[in-house]
């Protein structure tokens, strides 16, 4: 099965500040899907990339996926309070299933 | 606004007391996923449906079972939850189409006690 690992686990980072999550898979990604999680809350999906080297961007979220299809980051620039929550990578494992990476938690300081 | 839609937020069962969580959806997606999200960990994928076809994981416990009665509905069974049952149930949906591949529910919270 596809494993995807996520790093940090978690992190704080001062209102303003930039910050980067990766996610790392041991196959090749032939999707891959970033979700935002608020504490006990549900999944809301973020940005989908699909082809190496490919890079989209929301608002300040900017999300890549390096040549080798095996490797995502995300980034976000100037973070505000409403960045905080729970960032999860997802891949495909076949045309209608989803496995996902354990989640970053971000927390964001005034 | 078209959704899926599960109830209740936070259930709370008793050790060995069978429990029901349900989920609904307004997309008339053809595809209903049920995952398990424990503490600090990845959502694991219990089973799901394509229409009517129940497809369950290989290492889904047999404790835990689904319905699917029509299109909008779908509903997760603990037959026997234990303390280790404890977790945040998630409930999406799929056409198996575009960007976003899955819709979310807000999910259950369930404690046993």
């Known amino acids: 099965s596809q494993e995807l690992e996520q790093s940090p686990q978690s992190l704080i980072v001062q209102e303003g500040k930039n910050l980067t999550i990766n996610c790392t898979s041991s196959?090749?990604?032939?999707?891959l899907y970033w979700y935002k999680q608020k504490y006990g809350e549900g999944l809301i999906f973020l940005m989908m990339?699909?082809?190496?080297?490919e890079e989209k961007s929301h608002e300040k979220i900017t999300a890549k996926l390096d040549e080798k299809k095996q490797q995502s980051s995300l980034h976000i620039t100037a973070s505000q309070p409403s960045h905080a929550g729970i960032y999860l990578c997802?891949?495909?494992?076949?045309?209608?299933?989803?496995?996902f990476g354990a989640g970053t938690t971000v927390t964001v300081r005034a | 606004d078209a959704m899926v839609i599960q109830n209740p937020r936070y259930q709370v069962t008793q050790f060995g007391k069978p429990v029901t969580l349900s989920c609904s959806q307004t997309?008339?997606?053809?595809?209903m996923y049920w995952y398990q999200q424990k503490s600090s960990q990845a959502p694991k994928l219990l089973f799901h449906?394509?229409?009517?076809?129940?497809?369950n994981e290989a290492d889904t416990p047999d404790n835990f079972q689904s319905r699917r009665p029509n299109t909008s509905f779908c509903f997760l069974d603990i037959r026997s939850p234990g303390l280790g049952d404890a977790a945040m149930y998630l409930c999406?949906?799929?056409?198996?189409?575009?960007?976003?591949?899955?819709?979310f529910g807000s999910g259950t919270q369930l404690s046993v006690l």
């Open positions: 999406a949906t799929s056409s198996g189409q575009g960007e976003e591949k899955l819709f």
């Open positions: 196959k090749t990604l032939y999707g």
């Open positions: 990339l699909q082809k190496g080297g």
């Open positions: 997802g891949a495909d494992r076949d045309d209608y299933k989803l496995s």
């Open positions: 997309l008339n997606h053809n595809v």
């Open positions: 449906y394509y229409d009517k076809d129940f497809n």
